[in-house]
């Protein structure tokens, strides 16, 4: 079983380390008794709660008040642990293959009886269209299935939030979003979308999206590095963007600025930087990145997590400047001191948390 590590912002518990005090320091994320995870691919976190998708299953830890981390399980739950996630009253399980968590909600993907990724739910608060239910649903423990999507003979490829909006990039590059685009989020026109809504006025076939606070990103195939960023200017994320990215192995945005990592280990980042939120200068290449709310973590090719931005929770360490990390950065794991046959496998990154996992 995968060990994962967290540090930074948990108020709510959302580390899951068994208490709700922040962390500088690495604990190890606790379990409720019989859970057994293999491989850890995606960690979401939320404004209070934390999304672990591992294996196909759903886990969370955090604040359960909204609904955001499902239906309470029929036994009691430790605090501050991680648990499987009750979607429904129903046994039947479908496989999750993406999950994503705004403020107060959580949206996932489950693959349907044909094996495609055609079944979004969402559960939690979403005051401004989040849940993508509709204007008469706005706060639900139950995983509700938005209906009538993705339309017929598609499927989900890659799923992105922020704060208060949801982007969903379907199989044949169409984009659709939910919630709030009152920046322009969506293109035009602006406004909030309580159903997703087709965004137009896109001149490629988009395969991934990420978002931050008041903007969306969306990239074509590598191979051209088409892009746009749509919504707000704010930090000059729209203005400061390159004419392509060709080469992007995989990006990440915080609230306010964008980060693009290439094949060869290169960051390239602009937006918001007041706090040391871009990629620091001469880094060492770089395999995988994790972009939180307003901090980033890389981890290098020789098992070092590298973390940076604003770390006032904790979440880039113990040691900062004003409780930031700028133009430099801290190592808060490395490899070189587990056992041989351990490696860091994959990092998260959340709302001032960080999280490292560990395979055996």
């Known amino acids: 079983m995968p060990v994962i590590y967290a540090i930074g912002s948990n108020g709510s518990g959302q580390l899951g380390i068994g208490h709700k005090e922040d962390v500088s320091v690495p604990k190890q994320v606790l379990f409720d008794p019989e859970t057994n995870i293999n491989q850890v691919t995606q960690v979401r976190a939320g404004g209070n709660h934390t999304l672990l998708l591992a294996s196909g299953n759903l886990h969370c830890s955090g604040d359960h008040t909204t609904g955001a981390c499902g239906l309470l399980p029929n036994q009691k739950v430790l605090e501050a642990h991680f648990h499987r996630v009750r979607l429904n009253t129903e046994e039947a399980r479908h496989e999750v293959v ?3 968590a705004t403020w107060e909600a959580s949206i996932i993907v489950q693959k349907g009886q044909d094996g495609r990724a055609t079944k979004v739910s969402s559960f939690g608060i979403g005051n401004k269209g989040e849940l993508g239910q509709g204007e008469l649903l706005f706060r639900s423990s ?11 003979g598609l499927e989900v ?3 992105a939030v922020s704060v208060s909006h949801v982007v969903a990039v379907l199989s044949n590059g169409d984009v ?9 989020q969506f293109g035009q026109p602006e406004g909030i979308f309580y159903t997703p809504r087709k965004i137009t006025g896109v001149d490629f076939n988009v ?20 892009h746009i960023v749509l919504g707000s200017d704010k930090w000059n994320v729209r203005s400061s963007a390159p004419q392509a990215v060709p080469g992007w ?3 990440g945005a915080t609230w306010g600025s964008i980060f693009v990592l290439h094949q060869d280990g290169k960051i390239l980042s602009w937006g918001r930087d007041d706090h040391g939120q871009l990629a620091p200068p001469e880094l060492p290449p770089i395999l995988q990145i994790a972009i939180g709310s307003e901090h980033a973590l890389g981890l290098t090719d020789d098992g070092k997590v590298l973390a940076w931005g604003w770390g006032e929770h904790g979440n880039c360490g113990p040691s900062t400047t004003n409780g930031d990390v700028k133009g430099k950065w801290n190592t808060i794991a490395s490899s070189q001191y587990l056992p041989p046959e351990s490696k860091i496998s994959s990092i998260g990154a959340g709302c001032a948390t960080s999280w490292v996992c560990i395979s055996t």
């Open 249 to 251: 192995k995989d990006v």
């Open 176 to 184: 659709y979003g939910w919630g709030s685009g009152r920046k322009g």
């Open 207 to 226: 395969v991934r999206a990420v978002c931050g606070r008041e903007f969306t990103y969306l990239l074509g195939e590598p191979e051209t590095g088409q």
């Open 98 to 100: 993406f999950c994503a």
């Open 157 to 159: 490829v890659d799923l």
């Open 142 to 152: 139950k995983a509700q299935l938005i209906m009538d999507f993705p339309p017929e």
